[in-house]
């Protein structure tokens, strides 16, 4: 069964072509991290799948529905997006954004807030206001927006960019987990985290998936070499694997 999934996948801005030809299926569960090089359309291809931007040709699809044919209830109920940068247009507090998220402000979501602010170890923070926080903090607050629904299908883009070490590796190893219940597709720099908590990776350059296959099977495919333009020397460690590159 396919949650989600994208044929033949085409976005043209202006003389640029973002994606050509792309096309990925996505089961109901599991966590996919989604890797390539800076404009390799990695964002671009996770808007087209949230239905926030519309493709050139090709199309989506989210649990056998065309995505174009969802009204955006359905599908903010289908697909929680994540995005790399975020800025509201009220300086709210960090309770209020969170409830903006849970979409209606009753028991449920009262509960559900206090259980999200206690996940992402923001209750000490629940009335601070938007502008007063760090990088770091808007992170956990944007991350709890969009997971306080749980929705089925989860898009994030580098959600871990300006967290700290621990709270990078406390975010990334959750959406990783998040995957036992539901999907998780994460757009990952930082290639050693997208190796050690994520089951399946997707490599794309230029616009295209030039690589996809569990974790496991892609770390030594000479194709990952090739998208990223270096030589990886490949380390085993207890943690999982570690790769540091070198110029062809």
């Known amino acids: 069964m396919t949650a989600l999934s994208a044929d033949a996948l085409a976005v043209k801005r202006g003389t640029a072509m973002l994606l050509r030809g792309l096309s990925v299926a996505l089961p109901p569960t599991g966590s996919v991290a989604l890797i390539g090089p800076n404009g390799a359309g990695k964002t671009t291809l996770l808007k087209v799948l949230a239905g926030l931007e519309a493709p050139t040709s090709g199309s989506v699809r989210a649990g056998g529905r065309d995505l174009a044919d969802l009204t955006k209830a359905e599908r903010a109920r289908t697909i929680g997006f994540l995005p790399q940068h975020f800025e509201p247009h009220w300086d709210l507090t960090v309770a209020q954004l969170v409830e903006i998220g849970a979409g209606r402000v009753d028991r449920l979501a009262f509960g559900a807030l206090g259980r999200t602010l206690a996940t992402y170890e923001l209750a000490e ?17 944007l991350l709890a927006m969009v997971l306080v629904t749980d929705p089925p299908i989860l898009l994030a883009d580098e959600p871990a960019a300006a967290l700290d070490i621990r709270h990078r590796l406390d975010v990334m190893q959750a959406l990783a987990e998040r995957g036992r219940e539901r999907l998780s597709v994460v757009v990952v720099h930082d290639l050693d985290l997208a190796f050690r ?6 490599v794309v350059e230029n616009g295209r998936v030039v690589a996809d296959a569990a974790a496991g099977e892609l770390i030594n495919d000479p194709r990952l070499d090739a998208a990223f333009g270096v030589r990886f020397e490949r380390l085993k460690t207890e943690e999982g694997w570690s790769l540091s590159a070198a110029t062809r």
Do not use: C, P
């Open 125 to 141: 923070l629940e009335r601070r206001r938007w502008s007063t926080l760090s990088g770091g903090e808007r992170a956990r607050v």
């Open 197 to 202: 908590f994520f089951e399946r990776v997707v």
